[in-house]
């Protein structure tokens, strides 16, 4: 079965693939209260180098995660959505530490 067949059937799979390149998370972060044009985006990511900022932004623009308006690069409502979901997941990270500090 082709790869994009695998990643059709899987959604979770091909998401997972995205948000696990380096500085997909860090740049979904940054641009989770107001718009930055690239300079400012990559000054956040400090000073992520401008070929991989450029790929990223790509990947996530191609994914319907990010757009580029007036004022800079957004998050789509999809995106928006996403961070909350991440929120949580960020939540329960916290409490699996926890529970991973007690068993030791």
Known sequence: MPENDKKAQRPIMALLDILGQRW????IWEL?????????LRARCDQISPTVLNQRLTL??????VDLGDEGYVPTPLCEELGEILLQLTDWSRHW????????
């Not at 989770?32 to 400012?40: E, G, K, Q, S, Y």
């Not at 996530?60 to 995660?65: A, C, F, I, M, V």
């Not at 530490?97 to 030791?104: E, I």
């Open 24 to 27: 997909v998370l860090r740049i």
């Open 32 to 40: 989770r209260d107001a718009p930055l044009n690239f300079r400012a």
């Open 60 to 65: 996530l623009r191609d994914n319907g995660l």
């Open 97 to 104: 530490q926890q529970q991973q500090t007690q068993a030791d």
